[in-house]
């Protein structure tokens, strides 16, 4: 090869030469034309391997079943090797071409082989380019940070290209060179502190499984609220519900606190945990004309019946004075409209009744009592959750009065004065 290109741009000099041209004059004209040539004859190089690749990859795209190659096509990865070989070319021929103009050589020679570096260094990326869109075609790799893990490696292989290309443009040993930059890694961490940290930050992430693309994620000091559309080695992108997109960096994901619902999409059903505040003064014993207008509330007729007969038998086997309501065992209204809300939570078709089901009191607070439903929905989409949660509690709210107990409103103290 080097004897082939040797041959092709020798030749003119001598012939030069023997014509009469002076030593001077034949060197720039044979330089002259021995450009013109170098580009011709790279021109075409590059036209012919760009033919053959690109046509070739296509023809093995359309043959078979796998998509990697198809994206190889999409990123271009044959245009730009296409580009090498011609450069290679040019590389070989420098030497030659500027034989007798030295410094020209070293320029020129330098030149070229940091476009190669950075040309190799730009195939590579297309690849890994390719890679990752294929990867993210598998089900098994969709939700994983693959542009993480590819950034890095391209950070670490950029740096071995600029280190070469530092070597070659000021004439250092890749060794002196090394020596150099490990004197001066503190400068350079400091330069790549978030550089570094996202990457310590995309493996923990990979490896513990905190958090996959698609997952919906809550980060109050970010205002994140949405699902996880990109990580990468520098940021998280969540688009929020409202179709805002939020930008979190990737190192606070193992650092600050934030909340995946992941699991909870994962499991049979989403909690409904929410109360309403009972009036305290509205709160008594029953009487017994009471009761007996509460069992035409079906839910809980059979519950009065049995309760009564309990309580009227502890109350007569202990001999209780029923004088006074305080006095044994008695029923409140809260506590039998505590009792109907569990009922009407069991019967509720939207609810999950093998999981967690109740209607539990909370400590009293200034405002009343809360009177809290804790539950899950089996569907656990967005609009229909907070459908059957608004359903639930309007059904509650109205159903308050029924059983002569009032919800506790603020007054707004604008209105009192």
Wanted: glycine share 4%; charged share 20%; aromatic share 12%.
């Amino acid at each position: 090869m080097y004897k082939f290109i040797e041959k092709i741009f020798t030749f003119l000099y001598p012939i030069l030469r023997k014509i009469g041209f002076g030593s001077s004059f034949s060197s720039y004209l044979s330089l002259i034309i021995n450009i013109a040539l170098l580009c011709a004859i790279a021109y075409g190089i590059y036209i012919l391997f760009r033919l053959i690749l690109v046509t070739l990859m296509i023809v093995v795209a359309k043959k078979t079943k796998t998509k990697f190659d198809d994206l190889l096509v999409t990123n271009k990865t044959a245009k730009y090797i296409a580009h090498l070989i011609p450069l290679l070319f040019i590389y070989k021929s420098v030497p030659i071409i500027l034989d007798r103009f030295e410094y020209w050589e070293g320029i020129f020679g330098k030149l070229v082989g940091i476009y190669i570096v950075i040309l190799v260094l730009w195939i590579i990326r297309t690849i890994f380019n390719a890679l990752r869109d294929y990867l993210k075609l598998k089900p098994r790799y969709s939700d994983k940070p693959i542009d993480s893990f590819i950034q890095v490696i391209m950070i670490v292989l950029w740096m071995v290209g600029i280190t070469v290309i530092i070597s070659k443009l000021f004439d250092i040993d890749q060794k002196e060179l090394l020596t150099i930059l490990g004197a001066v890694s503190a400068v350079i961490i400091l330069i790549f502190r978030d550089t570094i940290l996202g990457f310590v930050s995309s493996v923990q992430v990979s490896i513990n499984d905190m958090v996959r693309i698609g997952d919906w994620i809550t980060m109050d000091k970010f205002g994140a609220d949405g699902d996880v559309i990109e990580i990468n080695l520098a940021t998280v992108k969540v688009r929020n519900f409202d179709n805002t997109t939020t930008t979190i960096p990737t190192y606070s994901l193992s650092s600050d606190s934030f909340q995946n619902w992941r699991g909870m999409l994962n499991s049979d059903g989403r909690r409904i945990k929410r109360h309403i505040l009972i009036k305290t003064s509205s709160i008594r014993f029953l009487e017994e004309e009471e009761l007996n207008e509460f069992k035409k509330i079906e839910l809980i007729s059979d519950y009065i019946d049995t309760r009564k007969l309990e309580i009227d038998d502890f109350n007569s086997s202990h001999k209780i004075d029923k004088s006074i309501a305080v006095n044994g065992r008695n029923l409140t209204n809260l506590g039998l409209f505590r009792k109907y809300i569990t009922q009407y939570l069991h019967h509720y078709p939207g609810l999950n009744k093998d999981m967690l089901m109740l209607c539990r009191q909370l400590q009293s607070t200034s405002h009343g009592v809360p009177l809290e439903v804790y539950a899950f929905s089996h569907d656990k989409r967005f609009e229909n959750y907070e459908y059957i949660m608004s359903d639930i509690f309007d059904h509650i709210i109205a159903s308050v009065k029924y059983f002569n107990l009032e919800i506790f409103e603020g007054i707004n103290e604008s209105t009192t004065n």
